[in-house]
């Protein structure tokens, strides 16, 4: 796909600038910038070679490239994360959120993904925590839950899906019923306001809910992601997946067509 920078656009030149070999020392400092939304553009010898923009960025990219193939769009996603590989490679990049070990090689990995969301919706809740005022909180809680949804399909279409039978079923059982409980404060949240009673209350026990489920999925002993590693599944296949859906959800959720959580297991909730 062809992407021509837009130098004659002046928010181009607005950009932050970072050299390369600057660049590879903050890269902690950057990611963790790029997820609060800040954009970056990385140069070698003056001249610009890439970018380091949130998600969203890239979600609006892939939607745009609609006439894409579908098996393109891991490859797009793959290329717009990336940085220049003899600058930061790519597992740098993924895997600089903290928490998640690097992989080899320039591969996209369904572990790094989920690894790096949690980290970001824990420093969400942080964020929360600290916030003043109404609209800083409900903007806050948006976020947590839009997060949130998102990355409760993409494990419950994809990453849950493809461990079926390679893990315990009690495992994965129980990681959708806390996905459903923890749905029903996200929902209720998103429904809300924080003038209403318990709103703070709510957004707590949620952040309370997400820590126990994140530890059975990364952190326990015999954790999933251990047993998925420990497994034949592909993981660089599947990330190639969850990545190309997360994007499609991000979009959505840009232009505010993405639903409110679907339960899957409470019935009488949904009922
Ligand atoms: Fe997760
Ligand atoms: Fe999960």
Redesign the pocket.
């Known amino acids: 796909m062809a992407v021509r920078a837009p130098f004659d656009d002046p928010r181009w030149s607005a950009l932050r600038r970072v050299p390369a070999t600057t660049a590879r020392g903050d890269i902690s400092e950057l990611l963790r910038g790029a997820e609060r939304g800040d954009r970056v553009v990385i140069t070698r010898s003056g001249k610009p070679v890439v970018a380091i923009v949130p998600l969203t960025d890239l979600a609006v990219l892939l939607h745009e490239d609609s006439s894409a193939e579908p098996e393109m769009m891991g490859k797009i996603s793959r290329r717009a994360l990336s940085t220049d590989e003899n600058t930061i490679d790519f597992d740098e990049l993924v895997g600089g959120g903290g928490g998640a070990a690097a992989e080899p090689q320039d591969r996209i990995n369904a572990l790094l993904l989920l690894a790096r969301d949690h980290r970001a919706v824990e420093d969400l809740f942080e964020q929360f925590e600290k916030a003043r005022g109404p609209s800083a909180k409900e903007r806050l809680a948006r976020r947590i839950c839009t997060h949130l949804k998102i990355h409760?399909m993409i494990?419950e279409e994809i990453f849950y899906p493809a461990l079926r039978g390679k893990i315990p079923d009690d495992d994965l059982d129980e990681?959708y019923v806390e996905?459903d409980g923890a749905k029903v404060l996200i929902n209720e949240i998103e429904a809300g306001s924080p003038d209403d009673a318990f709103y703070d209350a709510k957004v707590k026990v949620l952040k309370e809910q997400i820590e126990h489920?994140v530890e059975e999925?990364e952190k326990v002993r015999g954790n999933i992601f251990q047993q998925a590693r420990a497994s034949d599944v592909d993981l660089e296949a599947l990330g190639e997946q969850m990545i190309a859906r997360k994007a499609e959800l991000m979009a959505q959720a840009q232009s505010g067509a993405l639903a409110p959580a679907a339960l899957v297991t409470l019935q009488h909730e949904r009922a």
């Open positions: 409760s494990e990681a996905h489920h999925e």
